[in-house]
């Protein structure tokens, strides 16, 4: 088993394309990257940067038909191009599509086959987790879906139990879509309801396929859930369930658009509580998985405000010890962030000044967040041989 190394998986070429103002700006990563190398985050000595080579066609098509691929190298070089959900508002296209989207579908493959073969116990790649993308189409910012892909790749080698945990905003129906009916895989989704946000997937009642039931986990928050109604639907459910699937790898979306100030959603997370939640996966991952994690970004889209301290300290968090979160950010990355995001309000610190404080779960009240907990908790709790009205399971 490796030692406490964590692999950082960055492209630095993912810079370079031009995705004009298209809200999944490669600013955001830019960004990460700088303020968690200020921090010293990647100067630690368990961090291991690795450069990936772009998943090959054989890698995406793993999960991605062939005509699809073919469509996505087209699609740059016909204006008139329509269908397979490109060239739409929420995906259009740019020069190097095909490429871009198999650089990061490689860095999350380079992620896992770290984590998988023990050179590494734990790996990060941010500018992976594009959870929406199906086998033939285009979704939501979203053209190749990395975190599918990967997972595909592990069970390709032979692994028999992945866990994958997604905490963006929106509901993980990419990779839930890819594995809905296959045993080896659990997917479990913390996510705005589907009443109230796009894609309009991830209720209670989606719990797998006839052969895989109860290994797709949906948690469908009201809009306006805080930190501690998150957090307390997360323990409410996640570990349980996760434990009783008895995982040999854990593969997780942290998408940073949960937070408060972030402009397409309505969940009320600070970076305190986004932080909080990073630190409950990696011991989910020590606990059950000898601390084999693969984490990646996702989702999150207050560029400069939020998601650059959201995903250093996942960084902290996978590397090492987490940062304090009444650590400064460094007066060279503010001129950087300034300079990158005119007009972006800046933030000074890695917090928040919020305190998240870890709720238990009861049954029987009649808060939203607690009923959309017994939802869930009723709906897969019993074929994974748990309680749901125990809220010691």
Known sequence: ???????????????????????????????????ARELGVLDRPTVRMLTPQPATETDLTRVHRPDYLDAVRLAPIDPFFTGWGLNTVDNPVFEGMHDASARICGATIAAAEAVWTGSARRAVNVAGGLHHALPARASG??????????????????????AYIDVDVHHGDGVQTAFFNDPRVLTVSLHETPLALWPGTGFADEIGGPDAEGTAVNVPLPPGTEDAG????????????????????????????????????????????????????????????????????????ALVEVVPRAWSHLLAVATGEPLDPRTPTPPGWRELAARRCPGGAVPESMTDGAEPILQHWSPGTTDPIDRAIQATRSAV?????????????
């Open 1 to 35: 088993m490796a030692d406490e190394t964590t692999a950082v998986v960055w492209d630095g070429a993912l810079l370079d394309y031009d995705m004009g103002d298209h809200p999944l700006n490669p600013v955001r990563v830019e960004l990460t990257m700088a303020l």
């Open 141 to 162: 910012f979203c053209v190749y879906n990395d975190p599918a892909v990967a997972i595909a790749w592990l069970l390709e080698q032979g692994a028999r139990r992945v």
């Open 230 to 301: 998150w957090l307390r639907a997360f323990h409410a459910v996640v570990p349980s369930v996760v434990r009783a699937f008895a995982p040999e790898i854990i593969i997780s979306q942290c998408g940073a658009d949960a937070h408060r100030l972030d402009p397409l959603a309505d969940l009320r997370l600070s970076v305190d509580g986004q932080r909080a939640a990073y630190v409950a996966i990696r011991a989910l991952a020590d606990e059950l998985c000898d601390g084999r994690w693969v984490a990646t970004g996702g989702g999150g889209y």
């Open 381 to 393: 709790f019993p074929l994974h041989g748990l309680d749901p009205h125990d809220p010691r399971d």
